[in-house]
């Protein structure tokens, strides 16, 4: 697998790739069509960071997050678009963009419960308050468990599933590139829905750097504890990306080890798409990304 550079997030009724400094929002409407829309990525918290490893990867979360809002915004907009033509019901009901904004709101709430939740329930085990690796090793399993509940949750939740299935269009289409097939539904088909570079991974990434990070901090008031852990949230979101971001670059044995428990959580938020959902992916990969170009280059040949 090469690395191409492009990446993408499920949206309501379709998918987001970008690449470099475009990206591309294709929506499937209520009559059946696929609508694209192309834009130039805005000011970047991250731009002036590129270059210094940790504070890259923090900027690049809070960018990351903005995207995230703007795209589904976007695609809500194209869809209710749709539906005000009176062009006929869509297979997905309105309620999903209340539930695609409520998992949103929902994955806010779960970094509050992961940093504070675990640190609570942790004090309530007597005598524990002095012994920090004890208490680090309890929050931490907290942690984890937290983690997976919600994706457990959300992943139960029938309109999330929807939007789960266009994620896994979405990593269908990159594994489809990147392993040098042509890009059309058929080879599509037929391609993993895991991808290292997942946001999911990277949410892994960031419980197992924490529970890490949490074995150094000894401070035995409760308030003082959340608050450090708060502020070392930046470190923790940098050093998870610098993990991903390589992982995304290689393919070495070290790097698939640390990546499977990742891809392993992408079972729970990544689903089978049908060929409706990886048309609207490969129609936004063709608006911000010349695949076939990519492919002669690094592979060094013509696709058919």
């Not at 070290?254 to 938020?269: D, E, F, H, N």
Request: proline fraction near 3%; charged fraction near 20%; hydrophobic fraction near 45%.
């Amino acid at each position: 697998m090469k690395y191409s550079g492009i990446g993408g997030q499920a949206v309501l009724e379709g998918v987001m790739m970008r690449n470099q400094d475009s990206y591309a929002v294709s929506c499937r409407t209520s009559d059946g069509l696929i609508v694209t829309r192309t834009h130039t990525v805005g000011r970047q918290l991250s731009k002036p960071f590129q270059s210094i490893p940790l504070l890259r990867g923090f900027f690049a979360f809070i960018d990351s997050l903005v995207m995230g809002i703007k795209v589904l915004n976007e695609s809500s907009d194209i869809y209710l678009q749709s539906e005000e033509s009176g062009a006929g019901q869509n297979s997905g009901p309105l309620s999903t963009i209340v539930t695609v904004i409520s998992f949103a709101l929902g994955l806010i709430l779960a970094f509050a419960l992961f940093t504070v939740l675990p640190s609570v329930l942790a004090s309530l085990f007597p005598g524990i308050n002095h012994h920090y690796t004890l208490r680090a090793v309890i929050e931490g399993a907290g942690r984890l468990i937290v983690f997976i509940a919600y994706l457990l949750l959300i992943s139960r939740m029938k309109d999330i599933q929807r939007v789960f299935r266009y994620h896994g269009a979405e990593h269908k289409s990159i594994n489809c590139v990147e392993a040098d097939l042509p890009l059309d539904v058929e080879h599509v088909r037929t391609c993993p829905t895991a991808h290292k570079r997942c946001g999911t991974s990277f949410l892994f990434f960031v419980v197992i750097v924490s529970i890490i990070v949490g074995l150094f901090i000894r401070v035995d008031t409760l308030w003082l504890r959340i608050l450090i852990r708060l502020l070392l949230l930046p470190v923790v979101s940098g050093i998870s990306y610098e993990i991903l971001r390589a992982a995304g670059r290689s393919d070495s044995k070290i790097v698939r080890v640390l990546s499977a428990p990742g891809m392993l959580c992408q079972k729970l938020t990544v689903k089978e798409p049908d060929d409706s959902m990886i048309e609207c992916a490969i129609a936004s990969v063709n608006a911000v990304f010349d695949w076939e170009k990519w492919q002669k280059e690094q592979f060094g040949h013509d696709t058919e």
